[in-house]
């Protein structure tokens, strides 16, 4: 099939094919796998070099020619990584944000690395050998690729002074992606503190400088304004926040279409969930998991309370004893303006719903609470209606049927014994010993996952019509990463294909796999 192509991508893009055959042929033979087209970050056997780390390579074209490129959302992404792995997959992720929109497409892109990592410059600060990560970001790829992409037209920072365009002024039309890393939070597992880096995303892009477009009044459902004023539009649509270790499946460009607030199918559509983890793409309720469930008993047993009291923050009204269930979501979400504008102005009141609750979740000490506080918020709010609908036979999207999850992942969290004995027979990835140096020791997969993805999971990704898959990682099957995202051809479009269609239908083999050990001599073993 033929490749679609811009003078920016083609050199990638014609290597592509050869290079992604050679790979899955080590793994199974597929005669049919080439009219496949794919589009990928890296096409040589020499997959991580310099030079995919040197270069960005901005689209000034829609990679897609038969879209209508002003049909779409403007999207704000926020990525966080937290260790020497997740930064390195990040910049995989961030390449593919970047380099398959279209102008217009990503409005803002904020990275945060965990501050026990920092973003420290050893040029500027003085070498701390207690802090072995000190420099992790500062030598890395993501490093690497984020400045080549700050010396890109199409790329700006957020810092008038860091911009190499001469004080990039910002404008209602401006398409340029405003691209921004900070180190402020330390997130520990299971505590408040991993809700911190969203909610600081999410004050950014309401209150930076360059962001801010006079839109603080709340607009409830549809975006669309009856207002013979035509207010200006905001400067992003929809918030999705993705950890490093997170790819696309499709095009940054196919995302922003989907969520068009206008006529896209996920317009207008707070995604605080997904079905990998079990609950389905619209929130669970804690009464709705089975009684001596983990999640149903660990709040019960915390004395977590059924009633609130606190202000509605859109009405000024003071709200007593309002009955607020707890919700279990997911912590990785796609919202809308609206919604991020609510979280933040109840977050803001000391009184309103996002404070007492947070509050509540902090004093009882519950786990898990980068699960339960925005879905909790979200389904307690005036915005519960803008959950995706759902067909009642197959719990499909009504809007987007061939979608059945936001973010596909193998988790087994909800099944019996996940947190005690170990019961699962299917075949899982790992990181291989020989990696632990490139992931500072990074241990196997917690038992109940998310587990690590990689070309054997290709037939359950393909099912799932996901936008991004979780966990996916360089250091345990790059094959996967070469992939993704897809970006269909011209014939392809025409022909009224989806991404999903074109990718290969591989699974994991019935009676499992086993990889031998290489052949070394003994003086060359670990």
């Known amino acids: 099939m033929m490749m679609t192509m811009t003078s920016s991508t083609m050199p990638l893009a014609l290597k592509k094919c050869f ?25 040589n056997n020499d997959f991580e070099t310099d ?50 929109s279209a102008p217009g497409n990503t409005a803002v892109i ?66 340029s992606v405003l691209l921004e890393v900070h180190s402020h939070f330390a997130p520990l597992w299971g505590e408040w503190s991993m809700n911190e880096p969203t909610l600081w995303a999410m004050e950014y892009l309401l209150y930076h400088s360059q962001l801010h477009r006079n839109t603080n009044k709340l607009r409830l459902g549809s975006s669309s304004t009856t207002s013979s004023e035509n207010p200006p539009s905001p400067a992003w649509d929809t918030f999705i926040n993705l950890s490093g270790d997170t790819l696309p499946i499709i095009s940054a460009q196919r995302i922003s279409q989907l969520f068009n607030p206008i006529n896209g199918p996920l317009g207008n559509t707070n995604f605080v969930t997904s079905s990998s983890c079990a609950t389905g793409l619209i929130p669970t309720c804690i009464f ?20 609130l009291s606190y202000v509605d923050t859109l009405s000024g009204e003071w709200k007593r004893n309002v009955e607020t269930p707890i919700y279990f979501g997911s912590q990785w979400m796609a919202l809308t303006h609206e919604f991020v504008e609510y979280v933040i102005r109840s977050m803001s009141h000391p009184n309103g719903l996002g404070s007492v609750l947070k509050e509540t ?81 990074e241990g196997p997969a917690k038992p109940w996952g998310p587990y690590f993805l990689g070309i054997y999971d290709l037939g359950d990704i393909k099912d799932s019509g996901a936008l991004f898959i979780r966990k996916v990682s360089w250091s345990v099957d790059e094959n996967l990463v070469r992939m993704l995202p897809v970006v269909l051809s011209e014939r392809e479009e025409e022909g009224m294909l989806l991404e999903w269609d074109v990718l290969p239908d591989i699974r994991w083999p019935k009676n499992g796999v086993n990889v031998k050990k290489p052949w070394v001599w003994r003086s060359q073993e670990e």
């Open 288 to 307: 709705e998991f089975p009684k001596g469930t983990m999640k149903r008993s660990h709040y019960f047993q915390h004395g977590i309370p059924k009633k």
């Open 110 to 175: 904020l990275i945060h690395v965990d501050h026990r990592v920092g973003i420290a410059n050893p040029a500027t600060v003085a070498k701390n050998e207690t802090l072995k990560n000190q420099f992790l970001y500062h030598e890395s790829p993501l490093k690497r690729y984020v400045d080549a992409c700050l010396q890109n037209s199409c790329v700006r920072s957020g810092n008038h002074h860091e911009n190499n365009h001469g004080g990039h002024k910002t404008s209602d039309d401006d398409t």
């Open 19 to 43: 290079f992604l055959a050679l790979a899955l042929l080590s793994i199974i033979l597929n005669p049919t796998f080439c009219s496949a087209t794919t589009t990928t970050q890296a096409t």
């Open 51 to 100: 030079d995919l780390w040197s270069q960005c390579n901005c689209p000034s074209s829609p990679p897609s020619t038969t879209k209508n490129t002003q049909n779409h959302a403007k999207m704000a992404y926020l990525i966080s990584v937290h260790n020497r792995r997740t930064i390195h997959d990040g910049a995989h992720l961030l390449k593919s944000l970047i380099e398959t």
């Open 361 to 441: 979740l902090v004093d009882t000490e519950v786990q898990m609470t980068d699960e339960s506080f925005f879905a909790t918020l979200l389904m307690n709010s005036p915005f519960k209606d803008t959950i995706p609908k759902l067909n009642s036979e197959d719990k499909s999207l009504v809007n987007y049927p061939s979608m059945q999850s936001l973010r596909y992942e193998r988790m087994d969290e909800n099944a019996p014994n996940a947190w005690d004995k170990w019961t699962s027979s299917n075949s899982l990835y790992d990181i291989p010993p020989k990696f632990k140096s490139v992931t500072d020791g």
